[in-house]
C-alpha cells in the first residue's frame, strides 16, 4: 500500500499530503512574488531577440551543466562535485513531478509504478543517486575542511543545511526504494534486473517482519517527501534561489557583442549611472538572486590577486544583501536606509575593476560583474564628480587635446616620419584605413608598434592611409571611466569624419580601440567592418603576400589581451603569426587563453594609480618569466607597456623583453 493511501491517528495520507504541498508551494509563491517585486524595481532593458538560440544556449549551458565543465581544469575541480549535484537535481524533477505528485498524490501508484517507464526511471534514479551523494560530501569536504581561499568566509550554516539536504535526498530515496522492494513492490517483476544500490540495500532488510518493513518504507518515504517540501521553501529563502534564477538569467543574458557596454540615452536619462539599486536594470537585480556565491569569479581576478579592494563574488553577494534588506522600504516608495557607493560599495572597489572580464567568463550562471560596475562609475563620474585625480587629468585631456596622454611631445603623424604614409586629407582612395590610436601615435615606447605593422601593411602591398592629425580619441578609456558623456561625444565626432571620407574598413594595433570601433560605434550608427592587425597579418601571411626572410631562435610566450582574447574571441591568428616564423619556440604560460591574466591596463587603469597591495602589471611579469621565456609578445599597446614597467621593476631587463606581435614578425620581413 502506498504511505499517501494510510491513515494517520485517523487523517487520511492524502489529506497530509495535500496540506503540506499546498503550504510548501504557498510560503515559496509569496517569496517568490516578493522577489520578484524587488527585481521590478529596477530599470527597464530590451534586447533580448534570437528565442529559439537563447534556449538551445540555456539548455546546453544549464541543463547540460557546461557552465560548469568549461571550467574543469587541474586548477578547479570543484565544478564536477556541483555537476553532479545539478544533474541529479534535473533528474529527480521528473521522478517528483510522475510518480510521487501524480502517482502519490492522485492515487495512481499502482498504474504508474508497474510500467515499464518506471522501471528504467528507477535505474536512472539508482544510478545517480550516489554521484549526487558524492558531489555533496566533496563539497561539504573542500567548505569545512579543505577551506580553499575561494571559499573563505563561506562556512555558514545555511550552507551547511544546503548541502546536507544534497547528501540526504539521494539516501532517503534508496531507502524507500530498497524497503520496497523488500516488500516485493515495482520495480519487482517489471524486469529481470532491478535496480542495483536499491537491491543491495534492500538485503538490510532480509530478516525483518513485513510490518517492520512496511512501517520503515513508509518512514522513508515521509522523510524523503517532507525533505523535498523543505527544499522547496528554503530555494527562494537562501543560496538555493540561484538554482530558479539561473536558468532565467542565462536565457536572458546581454545580446552581443559580448562586453559592449548599454549607452545612456543622454537627452532622456532622469540619472547618470547606479547610485541606488533600483538605478540598475531588472535583468542586472536578477544577477544578483543568481549568484551561486562558488568564488571562481575572485579565483581569477587581478584585483582580488593583488590585494585589492575588490572581490567580485563579495561585490554581487553585498548589493543581494543590501536588495533584500531595503526590498521591503523601496517596494513602499521609501529611500534605502543605506547608501549603495560609500556604505555598501566603496569607491576603492569600484575603481579597482580593470574590466577584464575574468569574472565573467568564470561565472558558471553569466553574472555580468562590470557592467554593474561600469554603471557605479558613471554615477561618480557624471553626478557626483568623483574620479582620481590622475583619470580626471586623461578625461581633462582628452576633451581639449583629443586624446588621453598629457605632457606628450610627439604628433599625431611623428612616428609616419620616412615612412611614406598618405593620409586621406591627402587622398582618400584606400582599401583600408589604418586607426593608429592614441597611445600607438603619441607615446613613445608604443610608436614602434605603428611602424611595424605600417611596414608589414606596405611590404604586403595595402593601400591604406592614417587620418594623422584629424584621428581623434576613440572615447573608450572615458568610457570605462564613467564618463559616458563624453565617450558619446568623442564616437559620434568620429563616425562623421569617418563617414565623410568614405571609410568602410578599419585595421587597429589596439584592442581597445578595436573592441570600441567594431562593437560600440554601431550603436551610434559607426558600422565599419574592422579588423585587429593581428587578423589582417595573418591572412597576409596565408595568402603569401608577406615573406618571412629569416628565422629567430628564442624561446617567446604570448600573453592574451583581455579586450583581444576574452572581449573578442581572437586567441589563434596571433598564434599562428608566431609559429609561422622559423626557429621560434612558443611556451604558454599557464594563465592563458580565456584563463589569460590580466597585464593591469584595461578599465582605464593606464592612467589609474594602484595604492592597494601590489601592481598586477608585476604579477603578469612574473607568470611570463616562469615560463623561461626570452620575449613576451603582446598584441596591445597597453598590455606592452605593462609588461615593460614590469620588467623594469623586477629588474629582468637582461632575462626578459617584451614586443608587440607586429614588431616580431617586421624584424623578420625581407626587404
Not at 508497474?114 to 558524492?134: E, K, R
Request: charged residues 20%; glycine residues 8%; neutral net charge.
Amino acid at each position: 500500500m502506498s504511505p499517501v493511501s494510510m491513515s494517520y491517528l485517523g487523517i487520511p495520507g492524502y489529506v497530509i499530503f495535500w496540506v503540506l504541498f499546498a503550504l510548501a508551494v504557498g510560503l515559496l509563491l509569496r517569496r517568490l512574488y516578493q522577489l520578484w517585486r524587488y527585481m521590478s524595481l529596477g530599470q527597464t532593458v530590451g534586447g533580448f531577440g534570437h528565442l529559439v538560440k537563447r534556449v538551445l544556449s540555456t539548455i546546453v549551458s544549464v541543463l547540460g551543466q557546461w557552465c560548469q565543465l568549461k571550467n574543469l581544469t587541474a586548477r578547479n575541480r570543484a565544478s564536477l562535485g556541483h555537476v553532479f549535484m545539478a544533474w541529479g537535481f534535473f533528474i529527480y524533477i521528473p521522478f517528483y513531478l510522475i510518480f510521487i505528485i501524480i502517482g502519490g498524490g492522485f492515487g495512481l501508484s499502482e498504474t504508474l509504478e508497474h510500467t515499464s517507464f518506471f522501471f528504467y526511471y528507477a535505474w536512472v534514479m539508482d544510478i545517480a543517486a550516489p554521484f549526487i551523494m558524492l558531489g555533496a560530501l566533496w563539497a561539504i569536504i573542500r567548505r569545512y575542511v579543505i577551506r580553499p581561499p575561494r571559499l573563505k568566509g563561506e562556512q555558514s550554516f545555511e550552507a551547511l543545511v544546503i548541502l546536507v539536504t544534497v547528501l540526504i535526498h539521494p539516501l532517503t530515496h534508496l531507502f524507500k526504494e530498497a524497503t520496497g522492494i523488500a516488500l516485493g513492490y515495482a520495480p519487482v517483476g517489471l524486469g529481470a534486473n532491478l535496480p542495483p544500490i536499491s537491491e543491495a540495500l534492500s538485503n538490510i532488510f532480509a530478516g525483518a517482519s513485513p510490518a517492520a518493513i512496511e512501517a520503515a518504507n513508509t518512514a522513508f518515504f515521509w522523510a524523503h517527501w517532507g525533505f523535498v517540501l523543505f527544499v522547496l521553501v528554503f530555494i527562494a529563502y537562501s543560496r538555493y534561489l540561484h538554482m530558479i534564477a539561473s536558468m532565467f538569467n542565462v536565457l536572458l543574458q546581454s545580446p552581443p557583442p559580448k562586453g559592449a557596454l548599454r549607452p545612456i540615452d543622454l537627452e532622456k536619462a532622469e540619472s547618470f549611472g547606479a547610485s541606488k539599486v533600483t538605478d540598475f536594470s531588472w535583468k542586472q537585480l536578477l544577477d544578483l538572486y543568481s549568484c551561486v556565491i562558488y568564488g571562481q569569479c575572485q579565483e581569477v581576478c587581478p584585483a582580488t590577486a593583488s590585494g585589492k579592494a575588490l572581490n567580485p563574488k563579495n561585490l554581487i553577494d553585498d548589493l543581494k544583501i543590501h536588495l533584500l534588506a531595503e526590498g521591503p522600504t523601496l517596494v513602499k516608495g521609501g529611500e534605502p536606509a543605506k547608501a549603495m557607493i560609500g556604505e555598501v560599495i566603496t569607491e576603492d572597489v569600484i575603481w579597482a575593476c580593470t574590466t577584464c572580464r575574468a569574472c565573467q567568463e568564470a561565472c558558471p550562471v553569466a553574472v555580468e560583474h562590470v557592467e554593474k560596475i561600469i554603471d557605479m562609475r558613471r554615477s561618480l563620474v557624471m553626478e557626483q564628480a568623483s574620479i582620481p585625480e590622475t583619470a580626471e587629468g586623461a578625461l581633462r585631456s582628452i576633451e581639449d587635446r583629443g586624446h588621453p596622454w598629457r605632457g606628450t611631445t610627439l604628433s599625431r603623424t611623428d612616428w609616419a616620419e620616412g615612412l611614406d604614409i598618405k593620409t586621406l586629407a591627402e587622398d582618400s582612395d584606400i582599401d583600408i584605413l589604418f586607426w593608429v590610436g592614441c597611445t600607438g601615435a603619441l607615446e613613445e615606447r608604443s610608436t614602434k608598434i605603428s611602424q611595424a605593422t605600417a611596414k608589414l601593411l606596405k611590404s604586403a602591398g595595402v593601400n591604406f592611409g592614417i587620418l594623422g592629425a584629424e584621428e581623434s580619441c576613440c572615447g573608450e578609456p572615458a568610457r570605462r571611466l564613467g564618463n559616458e558623456y563624453l565617450f558619446q561625444m568623442q564616437a559620434e565626432k568620429n563616425i562623421e569624419l569617418l563617414k565623410n571620407y568614405g571609410v568602410k574598413r578599419i585595421v587597429t594595433a589596439c584592442p581597445h580601440g578595436y573592441h570600441t570601433l567594431k562593437n560600440e560605434y554601431p550603436q551610434f550608427g559607426g558600422n565599419f567592418e574592422v579588423i585587429h592587425h593581428t587578423q589582417l597579418i595573418a591572412q597576409l601571411l596565408k595568402e603569401g603576400k608577406l615573406k618571412i626572410a629569416k628565422g629567430r631562435g628564442e624561446l617567446v610566450t604570448y600573453h592574451d589581451a583581455c579586450y583581444l582574447g576574452r572581449y573578442n574571441d581572437i586567441y589563434q591568428p596571433p598564434r599562428r603569426i608566431v609559429k609561422s616564423i622559423p626557429e621560434i619556440k612558443m611556451v604558454e604560460m599557464g594563465r592563458n587563453r580565456e584563463d589569460s591574466f590580466c597585464c593591469g591596463g584595461g578599465g582605464g587603469h593606464m592612467w589609474l594609480e594602484e595604492h592597494e597591495g601590489r601592481r598586477i602589471n608585476e604579477l603578469r611579469t612574473e607568470q611570463a618569466m616562469d615560463t623561461g621565456a626570452q620575449t613576451v609578445v603582446t598584441a596591445c599597446p597597453f598590455c606592452l607597456q605593462m609588461f615593460d614597467d614590469g620588467i623594469k621593476t623586477k629588474e629582468a631587463e637582461e632575462k626578459l623583453k617584451v614586443m608587440d606581435i607586429a614588431e616580431l614578425l617586421a624584424a623578420q620581413i625581407g626587404e
